[in-house]
């Protein structure tokens, strides 16, 4: 129903910066919650950041500051902008599309192929 499209992923050495995009197709909606997700080997994927359709926008602790999240609503595309890149942020990093109130660990939420990350030196 809803088809999610990462790229951008990279490697880069510590201090460097990545851009992320999603483009988002199907039956979504302008009211949909787009985020992003990462998972590095061996962890629970975790939280990064969300962007809501008001624009308002939430970061985990450990990216404010450094990571930005922006939406174009008209077409379904959702970025992460990543700086001052750190070796813990070496994750793949997916995309995430949800309804209002909707979980996004849940069936009802979408989720990308997701796409890979590496800081390095």
């Known amino acids: 129903q809803v088809q999610l499209v990462e790229s951008g992923g990279g490697s880069v050495q510590p201090g460097g910066s990545l851009s992320l995009s999603c483009v988002a197709s199907?039956?979504?909606?302008?009211?949909?919650?787009m985020g992003w997700y990462r998972q590095a080997p061996g962890k629970q994927r975790e939280f990064v950041a969300v962007?809501?359709?008001?624009?308002?926008?939430s970061y985990a602790d450990s990216v404010r500051g450094r990571f930005t999240i922006s939406r174009d609503n008209d077409k379904n595309t959702v970025a992460l902008q990543m700086n001052s890149l750190k070796p813990e942020d070496t994750a793949v990093y997916y995309c995430?599309?949800?309804?209002?109130?909707?979980?996004?660990?849940?069936?009802?939420?979408?989720w990308g192929q997701g796409t890979q990350v590496t800081v390095s030196s």
């Open positions: 199907g039956s979504i909606r302008s009211s949909d919650v």
């Open positions: 995430n599309v949800r309804a209002p109130g909707q979980p996004p660990f849940s069936q009802g939420a979408y």
């Open positions: 962007g809501f359709s008001s624009g308002r926008a």
